[in-house]
């Protein structure tokens, strides 16, 4: 009788954290070419999914407030980015994007992943199995312990901005075996021409 009241807290405890996450209604990603007319901040990394690649992250991060961010971002896109909000599985629209790119991080333009990492992995949320990496440059893309709901998960950041992009799993394809599961609404998509 305790087993099975344990199992049955703990299940209910799960789901409704799984809940909680999946139930922000946040605003999906956007491409490049639905940002057309959208003035970005300065320090907005832009460029040609070639350039943007070949960006080479030096380590300087983004100091801004959370005043400062608000007046940048829109109120679904700071809730994901900077409150750590989740979009609700299969409404993002990068997570069926395939064409060839860079897909940047929502808030400051950091070039995180290429399409070549890409791959369905059914959650609903794109997904990657690893970030854009440099020798001898720092990561682009920062793991945290995460606590919330009650469950220990890998949280990833934005390296330069701190922004919030999903989480990190153990369970990915080769050649990584990781699957960088990141919210649409965390990123934007340079196109290959």
């Not at 999914?49 to 007046?71: H, M, N, V």
Request: aromatic letters at 10%; proline letters at 6%.
């Amino acid at each position: 009788m305790n087993r099975t009241a344990a199992l049955v807290v703990f299940s209910i405890s799960l789901l409704s954290g799984v809940l909680a996450c999946a139930d922000s209604g946040a605003m999906p990603g956007k491409s490049e070419e639905a940002m057309q007319g959208t003035k970005r901040p300065d320090f907005y990394i832009k460029g040609t999914p070639d350039q943007l690649e070949a960006y080479r992250f030096d380590g300087k991060t983004i100091g801004l407030s959370e005043d400062e961010w608000k007046r940048i971002l829109t109120p679904e896109a700071y809730h994901i980015l900077r409150e750590k909000g989740t979009e609700r599985a299969f409404t993002g629209s990068l997570n069926k994007e395939y064409s060839e790119g860079v897909f940047q991080c929502g808030a400051c333009g950091m070039p995180l992943f290429t399409s070549d990492s890409k791959f369905d992995s059914g959650s609903g949320w794109p997904s990657f199995f690893r970030p854009i990496v440099h020798e001898g440059e720092p990561a682009r893309v920062k793991e945290v312990v995460d606590h919330a709901f009650g469950m220990v998960r890998t949280e990833i950041l934005c390296a330069r901005c701190g922004s919030h992009l999903g989480h990190v799993f153990p369970d990915g394809p080769h050649p990584t075996g990781l699957r960088y599961c990141v919210n649409s609404a965390s990123l934007g998509f340079s196109k290959e021409n």
